[in-house]
């Protein structure tokens, strides 16, 4: 299996600018989480999916940030306006949600950098 | 309140000295503990899952195990490739997962 698949690898853009981060899970898998982690703050869930349905969004930042998952293979989180608190590494992790409970599998990330 | 600490925030060791990094967890419903690596520039990597209290988990220089309240990774004579920031995540609730913060180990030769 390819694993949790993320792109762009690496993004810079200037403030004001949209942002497009793309998540491909891994086949079979259910559950889609989306995770920012700065040296701040850690890793932080942002908003998690089960069966294409967001289930949590209570960690989006505010309503600039906005997530979707069209159909169990893909996914993308979008920032518009991006402003330059937003720079941090951006993760996708998948799971299943049968037994036994599995860990969640990450994809490399996008860096984001907003200048 | 649901809640994940490691500890220490960081260690260096020398290569060789064997330690153990600490996961203790204050969830209800618990149904499995990972643990994970992550290196620089990396997303986090897979590496043990536990069920429960008593379990013990080994790969090559790591051993994991799992009590009632907390887990620990215990690196025996390790090497500077382990440097690394090792995660641990606790699934609960049917389907809740809540990160630690990470313990940066740097293994100096």
């Known amino acids: 299996d390819a694993g949790v698949i993320q792109s762009p690898r690496h993004e810079v853009t200037e403030m004001g600018q949209e942002v497009t981060l793309r998540c491909k899970p891994i086949?079979?898998?259910?559950?889609l989480f989306w995770y920012r982690q700065t040296m701040m703050r850690g890793l932080e869930l942002l908003i998690y999916f089960n069966n294409n349905v967001p289930i949590d969004d209570s960690g989006m930042p505010e309503d600039r940030f906005s997530a979707k998952m069209p159909n169990a293979s893909f996914s993308t989180l979008k920032i518009q306006p991006s402003e330059p608190r937003d720079s941090a590494v951006y993760f996708c992790a998948s799971t299943t949600g049968g037994e036994p409970p599995l860990a969640q599998y990450f994809g490399p990330g996008t860096r984001l950098l907003v200048l | 309140e649901d809640q994940v600490t490691q500890s220490p925030e960081a260690l260096r060791l020398q290569e060789g000295e064997s330690s153990s990094l600490n996961c203790s967890y204050t969830v209800s419903g618990l149904r499995g503990l990972f643990w994970y690596r992550q290196d620089p520039g990396k997303g986090p990597e897979f590496l043990f899952t536990?069920?429960?209290a008593g379990e013990e988990k080994e790969k090559e220089r790591l051993k994991a195990t799992l009590t009632k309240k907390e887990s620990f990774l215990h690196i025996t004579a390790p090497k500077p490739e382990d440097s690394a920031t090792y995660l641990c995540a606790v699934r609960y609730n049917f389907n809740k997962f809540y990160f630690g913060s990470g313990t940066k180990l740097n293994v100096k030769p």
């Open positions: 536990l069920y429960s």
């Open positions: 086949s079979g898998h259910d559950y």
